[in-house]
């Protein structure tokens, strides 16, 4: 089955440290893993890709195919980061539509 | 063009009565995708089209739900006879033809 994994709802750090948001995958194939984010009162809006293997607002996300997995991740947190996070996959036919996890709320307090 | 529209962005709703949701995307995607979240979920596709065939549909689309894209421009979602459990925000999302999805503010669907 085609799945998406997010263990934390809420993940809440101080601002300067580092961020960790888990995502695990089940897919039978080789997926398109992508990082949505949700900041408040605005519309969910991409993050990054996996196949980009770009830096995004100093977020990375590295895919480990052996443990299926896709965690995102940045060294120092700042305030405006929180938001809600929606880790998501796709097959890697064009057009296929995007699963989603059930999302990681990121508080970052001061 | 601004983006994704969606049209309205609340709606509230009598059990059992009809309702009918509308989406612009950006004007050169040539594919368009409906999507429902509920509380504490994330976003679970109902159905796709690329111009305006509709190539794709979840279970969770009932027989309730029909979606149209006529000429492959807006698209529109109707829900008959609704439910207190079709309660949710339902957004629409576009794309040229890769993975970026372009997603809409959402429609705020409450069944009362």
């Known amino acids: 089955a085609q799945r998406v994994t997010q263990p934390e709802k809420l993940l809440s750090v101080f601002k300067g440290a580092p961020v960790e948001l888990k995502c695990n995958y089940s897919y039978s194939g080789s997926p398109e893993l992508f990082w949505y984010v949700q900041y408040s009162r605005q519309r969910l809006q991409l993050l990054l890709r996996?196949?980009s293997r770009e830096s995004i607002k100093g977020f990375t996300a590295d895919l480990n195919k052996g443990e299926t997995s896709f965690h995102l991740k940045k060294p120092f947190a700042q305030e405006e980061d929180s938001a809600m996070y929606y880790c998501?996959?796709?097959?890697?036919?064009?057009?296929?539509?995007?699963?989603f996890g059930k999302g990681t709320t990121l508080s970052v307090s001061s | 063009d601004t983006g994704v529209s969606q049209d309205p962005r609340h709606k509230i709703t009598k059990r059992g009565q009809n309702v009918t949701f509308r989406c612009d995307p950006i004007s050169e995607h040539n594919r368009l995708y409906w999507y429902r979240q509920t509380l504490g979920q994330g976003p679970e596709f109902l159905t796709y089209?690329?111009?305006?065939?509709?190539?794709?549909k979840s279970r969770l689309l009932s027989d309730r739900f029909s979606a149209e894209r006529p000429k492959g421009s807006f698209s529109t979602l109707e829900i008959q006879r609704t439910e207190q459990g079709d309660s949710a925000m339902y957004l629409c999302?576009?794309?040229?033809?890769?993975?970026?999805?372009?997603f809409g503010s959402g429609t705020r669907l409450t069944v009362v």
């Open positions: 999302a576009s794309s040229p033809g890769h993975h970026g999805y372009t």
């Open positions: 998501a996959l796709s097959g890697n036919q064009a057009g296929t539509a995007l699963i």
């Open positions: 089209f690329q111009n305006e065939a509709q190539l794709e």
């Open positions: 996996h196949i």
